[in-house]
């Protein structure tokens, strides 16, 4: 029992002799500590400093937002780095560092394998930052998500959706997948769906769809209204008309198909052409019901005239 204690007190009083001279050195170490601290400090706010500036001097010469964004942070992180090496020369840590960096590379190739995904939406992030195509406040489509880009960064693209919420996407989709730009463009095209009946006059229908249209909506060069009868329905004659207005978001689009739709069913009731629908015949019977549907061709009441 005697050499058992032995044992343990001459290992508490090894352990002891190192932490105390571990504390020694810790407080001989102190003002080369501070002395770093500092240098951290001053080099934060001199990266914040940089990063400003480069933003403002990026402005004049880069007008995407995104791009001025991912250099800046990268302006920042390069002067924390070197703030980062600086402190540790400070804290006589040179060796300690050497050694770091003899293994970065061992490690970073592990690391690499491990985070495949991450990288791959960092190189894609670069690679959507220089891309003019994809920019701040665009309303784009991906992977049936839609919204307004809010930020572009080294990991994800932020969308804004029309409803207000939020969604991030990996870069690696934007860059592997097409993606729809409805900002790249001024103008877009507008299509309406309508059908009329089997005994109106078609030619009219169309005259009279042509009329409305190009009075409500301007058409520029190299574009105008298109009119087609597309099928001959059950009940009735199918048709789409297709018109284009100033738009480069979802609002407009919807807009001008409302007030196109209003104005073809007012000018339709006026005109006396019927637009025809199904109509379903319920039989309750004693036992069971039973749901019989059918089409007819026309529909003439007070909302439509006769022709």
Request: glycine letters at 6%; a positive charge; hydrophobic letters at 45%.
């Amino acid at each position: 029992m005697s050499q058992e204690k032995f044992s343990i007190q001459d290992a508490i009083t090894s352990l002891w002799d190192k932490l105390d001279g571990w504390l020694d050195d810790i407080i001989l170490k102190l003002p080369n500590f501070a002395v770093a601290i500092l240098v951290m400090v001053i080099f934060y706010f001199i990266a914040k400093g940089f990063k400003k500036l480069s933003n403002k001097v990026l402005f004049k010469k880069i007008s995407d937002v995104s791009i001025r964004q991912i250099i800046s942070k990268m302006v920042y992180a390069i002067v924390l780095l070197v703030g980062f090496f600086i402190a540790l020369g400070v804290m006589q840590l040179d060796k300690v560092l050497t050694s770091v960096l003899a293994g970065a590379g061992v490690m970073g190739l592990a690391i690499g394998f491990a985070l495949q995904g991450t990288l791959s939406n960092t190189v894609s992030g670069f690679i959507i930052s220089f891309q003019p195509k994809v920019r701040i406040g665009d309303y784009i489509e991906a992977q049936g998500i839609s919204g307004y880009v809010e930020e572009i960064s080294l990991r994800n693209v932020t969308l804004r959706q029309p409803d207000k919420d939020y969604v991030i996407i990996p870069n690696k989709i934007f860059t592997e997948n097409p993606i729809t730009n409805y900002s790249w463009t001024e103008r877009a095209r507008v299509s309406v769906n309508c059908r009329v009946s089997h005994e109106n006059d078609l030619q009219e229908v169309e005259d009279l769809v042509l009329k409305v249209l190009s009075e409500n909506f301007e058409q520029k060069d190299n574009e105008g209204i298109e009119f087609f009868f597309t099928e001959f329905g059950d009940s009735s004659i199918n048709f789409v008309a297709r018109f284009w207005i100033e738009c480069q978001k979802p609002k407009p689009k919807f807009a001008a198909k409302h007030k196109a739709i209003k104005l073809i069913k007012k000018n339709f009731d006026e005109a006396g052409f019927n637009i025809p629908f199904p109509i379903r015949t319920m039989d309750f019977g004693k036992n069971n019901l039973t749901i019989t549907a059918h089409k007819e061709n026309t529909r003439k009441n007070n909302n439509y005239g006769k022709n």
